[in-house]
């Protein structure tokens, strides 16, 4: 197998543990964002980035797009990690189209792209956070109750309260993409 890093931005933890997970099972080395410098990255073939979902877009991500050009010899792996549920296609078009924002047509070939579900504790959000899923709650609470999708409900149940959907066998397609390269 080529030599891998796993380096990832993290800010409840969900898109840390999938980070180590993944490179627990590659036994590969691993970095948060901030602790490594895209020059220290030169050495990896494989990079594996991961980043948290917010807004539309994937926390850190900069660290691959404004640094393209030194990576872009490389394979480069992009793993989001959000509540959005990873199975509905809609959620994976959205995210798609949000990255497609920020991602030149070269880096949309380059980047292999997969998608986790994450975790949320609400008593944790700052703010900001708070007042967006207050927003998000009351205007799904103010939809038809026969138009709303199965994440809504979700939602909708599990508003205010800790949420954990991180699985370590949803990392597996990733694992196995890695190991064919």
């Given at each position: 197998?080529?030599?891998?890093?796993?380096?990832?931005?993290?800010?409840?933890?969900?898109?840390?543990?999938?980070?180590?997970?993944?490179?627990?099972?590659?036994?590969?080395?691993?970095?948060?964002?901030?602790?490594?410098?895209?020059?220290?990255?030169?050495?990896?073939?494989?990079?594996?980035?991961?980043?948290?979902?917010?807004?539309?877009?994937?926390?850190?991500?900069?660290?691959?797009?404004?640094?393209?050009?030194?990576?872009?010899?490389?394979?480069l792996?992009?793993?989001?990690?959000?509540?959005?549920?990873?199975?509905?296609?809609?959620?994976?078009?959205?995210?798609?189209?949000?990255?497609?924002?920020?991602?030149?047509?070269?880096m949309?070939?380059?980047?292999?792209?997969?998608?986790?579900?994450?975790?949320?504790?609400?008593?944790?959000?700052?703010?900001?956070?708070?007042?967006?899923?207050?927003?998000?709650?009351?205007?799904?609470?103010?939809?038809?109750?026969?138009?709303?999708?199965?994440?809504?409900?979700?939602?909708?149940?599990?508003?205010?309260?800790?949420?954990?959907?991180?699985?370590?066998?949803?990392?597996?397609?990733i694992?196995?993409?890695?190991?064919?390269?």
């Amino acid at each position: 197998m080529k030599k891998a890093v796993v380096v990832y931005q993290s800010k409840h933890g969900a898109t840390e543990k999938y980070a180590k997970w993944i490179s627990e099972e590659l036994r590969c080395d691993l970095y948060e964002r901030n602790h490594i410098k895209p020059v220290d990255l030169k050495q990896y073939d494989t990079i594996i980035y991961g980043g948290g979902l917010y807004a539309g877009g994937v926390a850190g991500i900069d660290l691959i797009t404004k640094n393209f050009d030194q990576f872009c010899n490389q394979d480069l792996v992009l793993f989001t990690c959000g509540l959005a549920d990873p199975l509905d296609k809609d959620n994976t078009d959205h995210i798609r189209n949000s990255l497609n924002k920020v991602f030149t047509a070269q880096m949309q070939e380059k980047i292999k792209v997969f998608h986790l579900r994450g975790a949320m504790d609400y008593a944790k959000l700052g703010p900001v956070h708070k007042a967006m899923m207050a927003m998000l709650h009351k205007m799904t609470t103010k939809k038809d109750p026969d138009s709303l999708r199965d994440e809504d409900k979700q939602m909708l149940a599990t508003y205010g309260k800790t949420v954990d959907f991180t699985d370590k066998a949803t990392i597996l397609p990733i694992i196995r993409y890695i190991q064919e390269l």
